[in-house]
């Protein structure tokens, strides 16, 4: 029952970048307001080491090919790359003494980009994330559960024509900006959040919860929850908001 449910949905679940549609800018777009008298930053490129340029060039081609970013030589605002490791599980690893110690494996290394000149001078969106004790309590006395995760969720929402070019950064490749909101900027969970919010409005504490990209669907019998799963997952295929 579950497989059939999930196969009439398959436009809400993707495996690329390239598979993304993208929200709709008539549903949701993303500024950047700016504070009033603050002043235009360009940065420059910051040395990178062979490997560490390898992995910015690669990401850099795949958000290319998938039309997320676009070369722009023009722009008043430019930040650096940066490379960051994504940290996975926690793992048990011995120490020089014997001692047990839990830590924290990197899995891989992705690029981001050093917006911290440009959020100081953004004006800041003060829509504020759920409660999660709260979030909690209304699912709580449920027996069924089906847990769902957006698919490079931030990706999926475009960011407003007239603010894409403040988001131009400087790589080896050249300065390159973002259709798409990227991770980095200050008011970016706040957008997704309020996104996610005028999608699912009409079932949030009913039987779904969503905070940023995590879904938790919730019934108290399993047909109950199958058919809660059935509105969710149509609700992204009309919204184009893809899921993992």
């Known amino acids: 029952m579950l497989l059939t449910e999930v196969r009439k949905h398959r436009k809400a679940l993707w495996y690329s970048l390239e598979d993304i549609p993208g929200i709709s800018p008539d549903l949701y777009m993303h500024r ?15 040395r990178l080491n062979p490997n560490v340029k390898d992995i910015v060039k690669k990401d850099i081609m795949k958000l290319l090919e998938a039309g997320i970013i676009f070369p722009n030589s023009d722009s008043t605002w430019v930040s650096p790359v940066h490379v960051v490791p994504k940290k996975g599980g926690v793992t048990i690893v011995k120490s020089v003494n014997d001692e047990l110690i839990a830590t924290r494996t990197i899995t891989c290394h992705r690029m981001c980009i050093d917006y911290r000149k440009l959020n100081t001078s953004t ?17 709580a006395n449920h027996k069924y559960y089906c ?33 798409r909101m990227p991770f980095g900027l200050c008011n970016a969970p706040a957008t997704f959040q309020c996104c996610m919010m005028s999608i699912f409005t009409k079932y ?30 149509q609700r992204c295929e009309d919204k184009h908001l893809v899921l993992n």
Do not use: W
């Not at 700016?34 to 910051?46: M, P, T």
């Not at 969720?153 to 131009?168: A, L, M, R, S, V």
């Open 204 to 233: 949030i504490e009913d039987f779904i919860e969503v905070f940023m990209d995590d879904f938790s669907v919730y019934g108290l019998s399993f047909e109950a929850c199958l058919a809660n799963l059935g509105k969710v997952l």
């Open 32 to 46: 950047i307001h700016l504070e009033e008298g603050s002043k235009n930053s360009i940065e420059h490129q910051r």
């Open 147 to 179: 847990f769902l995760d957006g698919y490079s969720g931030f990706f999926q929402i475009p960011i407003h024509p007239d603010d894409q070019e403040k988001t131009t950064f400087t790589c080896p490749s050249g300065t390159i900006a973002y259709r």
């Open 123 to 139: 004006r800041k969106d003060h829509f504020h994330l759920p409660f999660i004790d709260q979030m909690i309590e209304r699912v």
